[in-house]
């Protein structure tokens, strides 16, 4: 073999080593996981609790013209019977029936009496269902016309519920927060950042550890919403550590 044609063989190895090693930190890491800053944990948990934990329901006034209402399906935009329901002005739901793309509700009020009319792919309203007659003796009027609407929104329970059922590792796969680190959340059922222990009603991810090194806090009041669309004031405090 000539001297020259080793070199070339050397050269060629040391390129195919340099490549072999590039490619073995550019792709496989080793030795090496992704750091996540405490604030940027905070983060990722704050914004998928909103996005898991915040329900909606849609609330439109209407003014009674008797005790017996019917909502035709011009007002109603298609809906279903568990997407809609009626509540007094005290946000009391009452038994509605739907049928035919018609809501009918007996109200057992005066007339001229204000109403809300309730909307939300959030809550299930068919429970409230309930046989309304309408006859000649005792006729529903109908509602035409209703007034402007507002998006009520808030934390609820049934959302919590399903969070509640996931196990602390199922949870983070499900926010694409990382596995490396600890996530605790608490949902106080209070109006005052002077709570007790008592006041937590729930509890997600997993306990923060004693000895765990530095914990990130961040804590803010907001609402429970049920589904008649009242709010109750609760607090969420997010808890995150480095493992």
């Not at 309203?125 to 402007?148: D, E, L, R």
């Not at 996931?166 to 596995?179: A, R, V």
């Amino acid at each position: 073999m000539k001297k020259g044609d080793s070199h070339i063989d050397w050269a060629l190895s040391l390129g195919i080593f340099l490549v072999y090693i590039l490619f073995l930190f550019l792709f496989i890491k080793p030795g090496v996981r992704e750091i996540y800053e405490e604030k940027n944990l905070i983060s990722i948990a704050e914004n998928n609790f909103q996005k898991s934990a915040v329900s909606m329901v849609e609330r439109i006034p209407i003014v009674l013209s008797s005790s017996k209402i019917e909502l035709n399906s011009n007002i109603l935009n298609g809906a279903s019977n568990s997407d809609w329901a009626v509540a007094s002005i005290d946000y009391q739901i009452i038994s509605s029936q739907f049928s035919s793309g018609n809501l009918k509700a007996e109200a057992g009020f005066s007339t001229g009496e204000i109403m809300w009319l309730l909307n939300s792919n959030d809550f299930d309203y068919s429970s409230y269902s309930a046989v309304v007659s309408c006859t000649a003796a005792s006729p529903c009027s109908s509602i035409n016309q209703v007034g402007t609407s507002e998006i009520i929104e808030g934390v609820s329970e049934n959302k919590l519920d399903y969070l509640l059922s996931l196990n602390s590792e199922e949870l983070k796969s499900l926010w694409g927060y990382p596995s490396n680190a600890g996530l605790n959340i608490s949902v106080i059922y209070s109006s005052q950042y002077n709570y007790s222990a008592a006041d937590i009603n729930y509890q997600l991810g997993e306990s923060p550890l004693i000895g765990v090194g530095k914990i990130a806090v961040k804590e803010w009041k907001t609402f429970l919403i049920e589904d008649s669309s009242i709010l109750k004031p609760i607090i969420i405090n997010i808890r995150v550590w480095k493992k």
